[in-house]
């Protein structure tokens, strides 16, 4: 029994810059190492990120549909954890690939087709060049805790903590 | 915004069986989000029970992946 996965990575520009190609099948490769099947990737978009992560302020995303049977899930997870080329990931479970996606992988795969290379790094972030790590997600999670969950305190059971973890799905 | 005590309309309406709600779709998430970046309550969004449920998810898939704000 398999599971149809959609999987969304955050790519370092940096990887992204030396190679396209070679970025993507890092990731397809790591999904196909752990059991996965691949059923289409492309680049999704090259955006500048909302809040710096790991130093970067821009990112490359790279949108993947996969199936996969069983626990093979646990594995990616530890895999793309430990890969720091992959600043963010999120993988969650679709009924069927988009209408449209195949066909957009395939455009990107086809003879001719150049993908645009990300524009040059902007300057580190002013608070990673002080706080260093620190800069990243646990200011962004202090901030969060530190500000009401709801605009409105109307929800009362609406209003739990956002947990990272609550932005995967299994 | 605290000298306005009137209540706003809901900014949106949702049919629960439409498509689920998307985490790429930032443009739309963010018609719910406060100028603080934070969700706008349900009776704010007008959604139902489960439409909110769906639409925080969302938003919060997509500040994991740094489309979205945490704050602002
Ligand atoms: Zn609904």
Redesign the pocket.
């Known amino acids: 029994m398999t599971t149809t996965y959609e999987g969304m990575f955050l790519l370092d520009n940096q990887a992204v810059r030396a190679d396209w190609c070679q970025a993507k099948a890092m990731v397809t490769d790591l999904l196909g190492k752990n059991g996965a099947k691949v059923l289409c990737a492309r680049r999704w978009d090259e955006r500048k990120l909302a809040y710096p992560i790991k130093g970067r302020t821009r990112g490359t995303y790279l949108l993947a549909y996969f199936e996969i049977a069983g626990t093979g899930l646990n594995g990616i997870r530890r895999d793309f954890e430990l890969d720091e080329r992959v600043l963010r990931y999120l993988l969650l479970k679709v009924d069927a690939i988009p209408a449209g996606e195949r066909e957009k992988a395939a455009e990107e795969g086809a003879d001719g087709y150049v993908v645009p290379p990300p524009p040059t790094d902007e300057a580190i972030s002013p608070e990673r060049a002080v706080f260093g790590d620190l800069a990243d997600r646990p200011i962004q999670e202090h901030l969060r805790r530190n500000t009401p969950a709801e605009a409105d305190a109307g929800d009362g059971a609406e209003a739990e903590v956002a947990e990272a973890a609550a932005a995967e799905e299994s | 915004m605290a000298e306005s005590r009137k209540p706003s309309p809901p900014i949106a309406s949702?049919?629960?069986d439409d498509p689920k709600i998307d985490y790429k779709e930032v443009a739309y998430l963010q018609k719910f989000l406060t100028p603080q970046a934070q969700i706008l309550s349900r009776k704010r969004s007008g959604?139902?029970t489960?439409?909110q449920r769906e639409l925080k998810a969302a938003i919060k898939r997509a500040r994991h992946m740094g489309l979205m704000a945490f704050v602002q």
Do not use: A, I, N, T
Request: aromatic fraction near 14%.
């Open positions: 949702r049919h629960c959604f139902c489960q439409c």
